[in-house]
């Protein structure tokens, strides 16, 4: 099935993947003056009040915008925020399906990282929390950390920390069957934007220590002159052995790939070149670093990509409904490694060591159970780490 041209016909037919449903009955003159004027006076006043009720006496303790600039859409790079929209309204049908969160997209025609920073918090006090998307790095990651500090409700960048979730949960489960530990492998990251970097960073908070990065210019080392600030930064922390060279390099006895970034990049020698039960995640899409075939042709173990069309597919849609449904439901105030690392344990749980195999090592995406047990485990972990403001779960 050739899913771009059936896409195109879909979204022609569908004219928008999102609506808003009336959730009140408004059919009468007594009905509408307690949904609307003159009862409506009585609930703002409250809220003016007390800010805080405008979490119990309106839908904002459910509502989430889904924010992007346009800049870095799927594979697509920087065609603007109109361009953006089938993807934003996707990821808010996501949301709904799979996290009954009512989320909307929020498309600014702007780059400029000051006011966004400004837009988005001029409209916080309507949301419960905010998910930024497919913004470009570096710009990105002052966006969030700035948002992060400036408002206290959950802020979420989902390019950077929704992958980073799955793809931790992908290989603690992946090191389940090849019987590695996560302090001792030696880890390789292709593409160091957003999402590469985040992953670097989160693999390290669960104990990776061998962690190599690479970009299209070579290897990231510390002292090397073309990094930018975030590059630099994970440098301090990542290639200890200053190895330096390109990608090739980088691969010789790697235990693990994990691809964020561009189409058949690598080659079957490069896989050869691994170690033993190597575990390669291609995550590029749509079309991956190597092809799944080809990968497991030159000897790889494991093998996952971003893509449903091949087992392991390693989508951050497993991520994102269930981490915002639990953070809005205990009213947390951030989303913090406590939760990130919850929601990461709650994906590879939901495979019993019964089920795990080579072709199975993360849950489906549409799987219920899954979404639900992130729900649960990310609302714990900010109760258990003290940034809930509602501790009644």
């Not at 025609?109 to 419960?128: H, L, Q, R, Y």
Request: proline share 4%.
């Amino acid at each position: 099935m050739n899913y771009r041209e059936l896409s195109l016909k879909k979204h022609g037919e569908w004219k928008g993947k999102i609506e808003t449903v009336c959730r009140v009955p408004v059919a009468s003159r007594e009905e509408l003056s307690v949904a609307y004027t003159p009862g409506v006076a009585e609930p703002c006043m409250a809220i003016h009040n007390d800010v805080e009720k405008s979490f119990e006496l309106t839908r904002r303790w459910n509502t989430v915008p889904v924010i992007t600039d346009g800049t870095a859409v799927l594979g697509l790079g920087d065609i603007g925020p109109e361009a953006g929209m089938p993807v934003m309204e996707g990821k808010c049908a996501l949301f709904k399906a799979f996290g009954n969160v009512d989320a909307y997209p929020i498309c600014l025609g702007t780059k400029d990282t000051e006011e966004i920073i400004k837009t988005v918090k001029i409209m916080a006090g309507s949301f419960g929390g905010i998910n930024l998307e497919d913004i470009s790095a570096p710009r990105c990651f002052e966006i969030e950390a700035r948002l992060k500090a400036e408002l206290d409700i959950p802020v979420f960048h989902d390019d950077q920390h929704g992958t980073a979730i799955v793809v931790a949960a992908a290989l603690l489960n992946a090191l389940k069957i090849t019987r590695k530990k996560v302090d001792e492998i030696a880890i390789v990251i292709n593409g160091a934007g957003a999402a590469g970097i985040a992953i670097a960073k989160f693999l390290l908070k669960l104990g990776a220590k061998h962690i190599t990065m690479c970009d299209l210019k070579g290897i990231i080392c510390k002292g090397v002159d073309w990094l930018n600030r975030a590059q630099s930064e994970v440098a301090e922390v990542t290639n200890l052995r200053h190895i330096t060279g390109g990608l090739a390099d980088a691969m010789k006895g790697a235990d693990v790939f994990i691809g964020v970034s561009g189409p058949h990049c690598v080659t079957k020698d490069m896989v050869k070149s691994m170690a033993d039960k190597s575990v390669l995640f291609t995550c590029a899409n749509p079309v991956p670093e190597i092809e799944p075939q080809d990968a497991s042709d030159a000897g790889a173990y494991i093998v996952g990509t971003g893509s449903s069309e091949y087992p392991n597919q390693i989508n951050n849609v497993l991520v994102f409904p269930g981490l915002f449904r639990g953070a809005l439901d205990v009213r947390a105030t951030t989303v913090n490694t406590e939760m990130m690392i919850a929601a990461a344990q709650a994906i590879a749980d939901c495979v019993s060591d019964k089920e795990l195999s080579r072709d199975y090592i993360l849950p489906y995406a549409y799987d219920r159970k899954a979404h639900d047990d992130v729900a649960k485990a990310v609302a714990q972990a900010a109760i258990k780490s003290g940034v809930a403001k509602n501790t009644k779960r």
